[in-house]
């Protein structure tokens, strides 16, 4: 006997409904700078103390990127886990080591490591005071597509876990089947031939147009392949700024070092100042005009920007191609004269 499902309510009053909805909860979760103080670490099973800055693990659910940070103390091993999603970290202090399929990468404050999906990692410190990093991962987005999965294997050894999924090479052919054996084979392969551990030291710091020097941590211009999100350190002179501009895209700027504040508008003239510290997240929302200041005449400071430009963005890009999807004010960019005449402090991380 074959049932009927009625509706007394159209598909655009429903969309419409669930759209606003949607909307207004989403804004009460927005918060433009997350104080460090209000990120309170908590033990958990995996052997470290983790905090929520933004995620759907704490009080501020995101839909693209999560920010999280750990603490490892010494003589600690954490358990061992793989997932879904990739996920990019950068060493906040201390020391320690972190084991990506076996293999193990000593870093120190500044270095930058890359996870990628379903790789099995785990984190230890051999040394004599806790180790602290910031981890970003792109599970939000995975979650929105059913796609979010976790495995925890607690101490097991390396060799005796499972590989990464397996995946076909391929078959001979030009039909679109064998197309696509192909261009998802030679992904898979690239995704898993990818850079792990960027030593802060290894890459050298550039002064850009925008009136600050920069480097990448975690990027494909450096032989990252993690899915997208791309991690920079940004060091500002004292007393300088930063370009005004705008982007699609979220843009989540963790402050290393100094202080200062951050304009962000819906307007190059009509926005609001927010005050950020050492340890704070500064959340700048999509297409917001932003501008970054270092209010210290003397010391300078350093945010480290992260979001998802080789994704999320590049598919922004595409979908609403041929809107202007960055813009920068131009008045407010430095001439090469301008730039060599700021006196850059050395370019030392902690320690040294």
Known sequence: MSTTTRTTTTHYHIQKKRRAEFIEEWRKYR???????????????????????????????????????????????????????????????????????????????????????????????????????????????????????????????????????AFSGGVPGDDPYARR??????????????RIHTP????????????????????????NKASGLTQVMIQFAPGKTQSLHRHPGEAWLYVVEGHGHSFLGIAPDHGEHHPWKKGDLIVVDHFLWHQHFNDDPVNQCRLVRVHMFDSLLETMRTLMDPMVLFEEAEDTLISTQELSQIQWPDDRRPGE
């Open 31 to 165: 918060q433009t700078v997350i104080r460090k103080e209000d990120v309170i670490l908590v033990p958990t099973s995996r052997g470290l103390r983790t905090g929520v800055y933004m995620g759907w693990d704490g009080d501020r659910p995101t839909r693209c990127l999560d920010a999280l940070v750990h603490e490892v103390d010494p003589g600690t091993t954490t358990t061992i886990h793989r997932h879904s999603w990739d996920a990019i970290l950068f060493m906040v202090e201390g020391s320690g080591w972190t084991e990506v399929d076996g293999v193990r990468y000593d870093w120190k404050a500044w270095d930058a490591i890359h996870v990628p999906s379903w790789s099995w990692h785990r984190h230890g410190n051999d040394g004599d005071r806790p180790g602290r990093f910031m981890s970003y991962s792109s599970e939000p987005t995975l979650w929105t597509l059913g796609m979010s999965l976790i495995e925890d294997a607690g101490q097991e050894p390396f060799e005796k876990l499972p590989p990464r999924p």
């Open 181 to 194: 054996l192909r261009r998802l084979a030679q992904e898979a392969e690239k995704r898993r031939s990818g």
């Open 200 to 223: 802060y030291d290894e890459q050298q710091i550039l002064a850009t147009p925008r009136g600050t020097r920069t480097k990448f941590l975690n990027d494909r211009a450096i032989g």
